[in-house]
């Protein structure tokens, strides 16, 4: 189970951190990301994380904004956002991808992702 955490109301400019805690004892060994979905909107990928933390990797569009970070010893995944921006506006879901630690492959489609969570709303006001 993850359960994501932190989203709210922010200026444009602004920082916000969102976290997901994940229930069990495997969580050390999936591979993390960010995904968003903003209305009428697809949901698409922000941001990932290796199992180990070794490796990540962000969308475009938030690259050098965002930071993806994980504490295994917490169960927690974060995702640091700064400089938000209006069209950062989106309800944020994290997903786990149990094949991470074989492929070490950070996945930007939200099908090879395994778990998710239910999702936080952050709000950017201009």
């Known amino acids: 189970q993850l359960v994501e955490s932190g989203g709210g109301l922010v200026q444009a400019g602004g920082s916000l951190r969102v976290s997901c805690t994940a229930s069990g004892r495997t969580f050390n060994t999936y591979g993390m990301a960010w995904f968003r979905q903003a209305p009428g909107k697809e949901r698409e990928f922000v941001a990932g994380?290796?199992?180990?933390?070794?490796?990540?990797f962000y969308a475009e569009s938030v690259k050098g904004r965002f930071t993806i970070s994980r504490d295994n010893s917490k169960n927690t995944v974060y995702l640091q956002m700064n400089s938000l921006k209006p069209e950062d506006t989106a309800v944020y879901y994290c997903?786990?991808?149990?094949?991470?630690?074989?492929?070490?492959?950070?996945?930007?489609?939200?099908?090879?992702?395994?778990?998710w969570g239910q999702g936080t709303q952050v709000t950017v006001s201009s």
């Open positions: 994380i290796s199992w180990s933390g070794s490796s990540t």
């Open positions: 997903a786990a991808d149990r094949s991470n630690i074989v492929t070490n492959t950070i996945r930007v489609e939200d099908t090879g992702y395994d778990y």
